[in-house]
């Protein structure tokens, strides 16, 4: 399912999803290496966010789940690969 389409980039959900809401924000130039991606392309992937409290942010979400709840997810996951 395609969430946004610019000249530049693509995102879509992620077809299995590793957490709810799991997109992945690819640019179309082709390259081998991030890296050689030209930082035009690079501007629109990486959006910033606007303060503290909104936007997205380039993380991985915090949680301190305890063992059974660690163990849930990581059969979840294992389940997926």
């Known amino acids: 399912m395609k969430l946004f389409e610019s000249e530049r980039v693509l995102a879509f959900m992620d077809i299995q999803p590793l957490s709810r809401g799991h997109a992945l924000v690819i640019p179309k130039f082709h390259a081998a290496k991030?890296?050689?991606v030209p930082d035009e392309d690079l501007k629109e992937i990486l959006i910033?966010?606007?303060?503290?409290?909104?936007?997205?942010?380039?993380?991985?979400?915090?949680t301190e789940p305890g063992m059974e709840k660690l163990q849930e997810i990581f059969e979840e996951i294992k389940a997926k690969m």
């Not at 910033?48 to 915090?62: A, D, F, Q």
């Open 48 to 62: 910033p966010k606007p303060n503290e409290s909104e936007g997205l942010g380039v993380h991985w979400p915090i």
């Open 34 to 36: 991030l890296a050689d």
